[in-house]
Structure formats: C-alpha cells, structure tokens
C-alpha cells in the first residue's frame, strides 16, 4: 500500500496550494480518504475527510478555504488550499480512513505559508 503525497511548497499568507495524493495497493474507490497535518510541537489534526460518495467533512480551522476532493478513475484525493493562514504550516499527510487514530498514513508533503 503506498500513498504518495505531492504539492507542498512555500507560499505566502493568502496564497494558494494544491495537494494531490496518489493512491495504490487499496481498493481506493471504496475507502473514505483524508488529509491531516501536523505543525511544529503540535498534535496532528484531521483536516478534511471525503467519503466514496463524495461527502465531505472539515475541521473548523479550514472550513470555507479548503476543499476536498477526489477522482477515483485516477485513485487521487486532492486537497485545494486557499486564503492560506501561517498558522497552516505544517506537515500535511494523507490517510484512508474518517478518524485521526484509524487507517494507513501515507508520507508527508512539506507546506509553508510566511506572513
């Protein structure tokens, strides 16, 4: 099983980033995807999450600038990042599965948002 993030980078406050994790070795079109992060001496956070049917969920702190989604033709989740904050650097994974403590964790992808 392999989830390969990409898209990270250096942006600057109100900027935008998208993410894209490709996914192989799962049933992809049958597995809610999400994207966490983790910030620098902080816990990790589920960000957003997506169901095979499309049904999405956020937490707070992103709702109204970022969005998830899908393409199960291409076993890809994406993750569109917009009006971007400092306070959302971090290392952002993605992940099968609705919970923070469940599912397979793919490798980080590096954002940096500067003030």
């Known amino acids: 099983v392999q989830l390969q993030a990409s898209g990270g980078g250096l942006v600057q406050a109100g900027g935008s980033l998208r993410l894209s994790c490709s996914a192989s070795?799962?049933?992809?079109?049958?597995?809610?995807m999400g994207w966490a992060r983790q910030a620098p001496g902080k816990q990790r956070e589920l960000v957003a999450t997506?169901?095979?049917?499309?049904?999405?969920n956020y937490a707070d702190s992103v709702k109204g600038r970022f969005t998830i989604s899908r393409d199960n033709a291409k076993d890809t989740v994406y993750l569109q990042m917009d009006s971007l904050k400092p306070e959302d650097t971090a290392v952002y994974y993605c992940?099968?599965?609705?919970?923070?403590?469940?599912?397979?964790w793919g490798q980080g992808t590096l954002v940096t948002v500067s003030s």
């Open positions: 992940k099968t599965g609705a919970t923070i403590g469940r599912g397979l």
């Open positions: 070795g799962v049933i992809f079109n049958l597995n809610t």
């Open positions: 997506i169901t095979p049917g499309s049904t999405t």
